[in-house]
Nanobody, 113 residues
Framework: QVQLVESGGGLVQPGGSLRLSCAAS????????MNWVRQAPGKGLEWVST????????SYADSVKGRFTISRDTAKNTLYLQMNSLKPEDTAVYYC??????WGQGTQVNVSS
């Protein structure tokens, strides 16, 4: 069945870095544009970033532009999010997702001193 499994979250100090991964299975990963979406405590879902199926096109929310980098490895069926210069307001559960796909369990990112 279709699965998206996020990993790589954790506790990091402001200014630190994390790399999130999303292992995809059960569908043709290379055919889909992929997204990272996050949900902060007590708030709704917020779109973070999108990458085209071939990886040649990316886009970012203004709140993360210049700090986060989305990428994908089609050979490994894996989506990544490199997060640098993290801020407390980046604290959230991060999900990978594609249009029409399921939601995974997410990975928790906590940015705190």
């Amino acid at each position: 069945q279709v699965q998206l499994v996020e990993s790589g979250g954790g506790l990091v100090q402001p200014g630190g870095s994390l790399r999130l991964s999303c292992a995809a299975s059960g569908f043709t990963f290379s055919s889909y544009w992929m997204n990272w979406v996050r949900q902060a405590p007590g708030k709704g879902l917020e779109w973070v970033s999108t990458i085209s199926n071939g990886g040649g096109s990316t886009s970012y929310a203004d709140s993360v532009k210049g700090r986060f980098t989305i990428s994908r490895d089609t050979a490994k069926n894996t989506l990544y999010l490199q997060m640098n210069s993290l801020k407390p307001e980046d604290t959230a559960v991060y999900y990978c997702w594609y249009h029409g796909g399921p939601w995974g369990q997410g990975t928790q990112v906590n940015v705190s001193s």
